[in-house]
């Protein structure tokens, strides 16, 4: 069982940025997608950014050209790097993988094995 831990969350003032990390407990075999995904109280938990084992990306349109999602295979790191946040930004940020390729369908919530526990990140106006 793949346990993933996320880190790099904090509050930061709009304008600024923040690198959230994601490390795996063990590698995870390919073909997989890792994903990262963000939830406020009260809200459906929504998927934020994308990559698969190809280096396929995918990005919420309310993100582009803000985040970018990169990820260390070799170290079984996933990373999220958050520029020009905002405070609509402000949420709990996870990370998400699975052994499989999901294109079009990576904003699906249900279609992820493994989960981390979450991480806060905090943007004041």
């Known amino acids: 069982q793949v346990q993933l831990v996320e880190s790099g969350g904090g509050s930061v003032q709009a304008g600024g940025s923040l690198r959230l990390s994601c490390m795996a407990s063990e590698y995870i075999t390919s073909p997989y997608s890792m994903a990262w995904f963000r939830q406020v109280p009260g809200k459906e938990r929504e998927g934020v950014a994308y990559?698969?084992?190809?280096?396929?990306?995918r990005y919420a349109d309310s993100v582009r050209g803000r985040f970018t999602v990169s990820r260390d295979s070799a170290q079984n790191i996933l990373y999220l790097r958050m520029n020009s946040l905002k405070p609509e930004d402000t949420a709990k940020y996870y990370c998400?993988?699975?052994?499989?390729?999901?294109?079009?369908?990576?904003?699906?919530?249900?279609?992820?094995?493994?989960w981390g526990q979450g991480t806060q990140v905090t943007v004041s106006s």
């Open positions: 990559i698969s084992s190809d280096s396929f990306t």
């Open positions: 998400a993988a699975v052994n499989m390729i999901l294109g079009a369908l990576w904003t699906n919530q249900e279609q992820y094995s493994f």
